[in-house]
Structures are given as C-alpha cells and as structure tokens.
C-alpha cells in the first residue's frame, strides 16, 4: 500500500519529520517526509497495509506532546513506487 499524507496544524520546528522516520522504521515503511512552504508537512510511505494503517493512525494524534496535527489529507493506493527507506528530505 502507498500513502500520500499532507499534515497541517504544529508540525513544523518540533522534530515532525525524525518522529515520523523513526515510527517509519519501527513498522518497517518506506518512503520520505518533507516540509512544505506553506507550513505543512508532506510524506509518502508505502509498506504492508496493517502497517501504513497503524502509522497513520499513530500520526494523526501527533507522535509526541510537541506535535498538534489539526488535519490530515491521506490518499492511498495499491501500487507502491518501490523506496528502500524512509527518508528526511
């Protein structure tokens, strides 16, 4: 499964992105996550479909006490793009 996530609320200066790679890792996803311009924080992950869903769910309550997701945009599909780890860009 590959999920494409734009995050908004406090997610910018309060460590969002190396939270969001280390969780990747602990379920084995792959991928990357960056900072976008306009504040939010943009990822894109691929891996089982528990997983993908276990993450995702573990993000929209923000990771740490730091991190205050007011929205998540998610669009998934079946098709992966074939990443070999999760990135910081």
Do not use: C
């Amino acid at each position: 499964m590959l999920a494409h996530v734009i995050v908004s609320g406090r997610v910018q200066g309060v460590g969002f992105r190396y939270t969001a790679q280390q969780h990747a890792n602990q379920y084995n996803l792959n991928g990357w996550v960056q900072n976008k311009s306009d504040g939010t924080v943009e990822l894109e992950l691929e891996g089982d479909d528990s997983q993908v869903h276990t993450f995702l769910s573990e993000l929209e309550k923000g990771f740490s006490p730091f991190i205050h997701v007011r929205d998540m945009q998610v669009d998934t599909q079946r098709e992966e793009k074939g990443y070999s780890d999760f990135s910081i860009r």
